[in-house]
């Protein structure tokens, strides 16, 4: 331990209240992002084409959830690609050696964007999915509690970008990072795992 932070955290394509689509853009959660690099992302014209692909639902799956359903997105190739590049270009030689994706919407876009990147994948799921020895956290939803399981084999000591379609109240997102985080996270970077959970929630 000791080592620089090595892992970021990515990704939505809108966020959970709907607030993304009233001002047109998606809502990115990337926490090593300078505020350069977030104005030209937000100029950036595909995020207004990958903000409208995207259709928002509302009361789904509850009352109150404004639920934004990507798989409009997947209906249109050039869109789906757009998303997708974007990650690829911001990351791509950027030392990047695993991508990890949360099951299931992550399994979307992480592979295209490991390939894109030649990185290797690495699937976060649910429980009772993976058949190796796994170490597993527990997190809340806006619509209950799950659990994301990784393979002990497969914990990564380079640098990860983790994959999502959406942050809603971060508590997938802060699960993943700290499944990553376990056995390979430095009491440095835990403080700013810190400060991203308390902007998120
Ligand atoms: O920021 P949060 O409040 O944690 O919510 C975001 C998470 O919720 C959705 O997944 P969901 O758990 O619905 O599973 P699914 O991908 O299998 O539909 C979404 O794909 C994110 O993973
Ligand atoms: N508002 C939302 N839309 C789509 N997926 C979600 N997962 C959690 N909240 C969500």
Redesign the pocket.
């Known amino acids: 331990m000791g080592e620089e932070a090595n892992c970021d955290a990515v990704m939505?394509a809108g966020n959970?209240n709907g607030k993304a689509k009233e001002n047109g853009h998606a809502v990115a959660a990337m926490p090593d992002v300078k505020a350069d690099d977030a104005v030209v992302a937000l100029a950036d014209p595909r995020l207004q084409g990958i903000s409208d692909a995207i259709r928002v639902v509302p009361h789904f799956p509850k009352p109150g959830i404004m639920f934004n359903d990507?798989t409009t997105l997947l209906l249109r190739p050039g869109v789906f690609k757009d998303a997708v590049d974007m990650f690829v270009e911001r990351y791509r030689g950027t030392g990047i050696a695993a991508v990890a994706g949360?099951?299931?919407?992550?399994?979307i876009f992480g592979p295209a964007i490991a390939l894109a990147v030649g990185a290797k994948f690495i699937p976060l799921r649910?429980p009772k999915k993976l058949p190796g020895e796994v170490i597993s956290e527990t997190?809340?939803?806006?619509?209950g509690t799950?659990c994301l399981e990784m393979h002990v084999g497969a914990i990564p000591r380079e640098r990860v970008l983790i994959v999502?379609?959406?942050?809603?109240?971060?508590?997938?997102?802060?699960?993943a990072i700290n499944l990553l985080g376990t056995y390979r996270i430095p009491f440095k970077y835990s403080r700013n795992f810190h400060l991203l959970r308390s902007s998120?929630y």
């Open positions: 939505e959970g990507i949360i099951e299931a919407r992550g399994f649910k997190y809340v939803l806006e619509y799950d999502d379609d959406l942050v809603a109240t971060g508590g997938t997102l802060c699960a998120l």
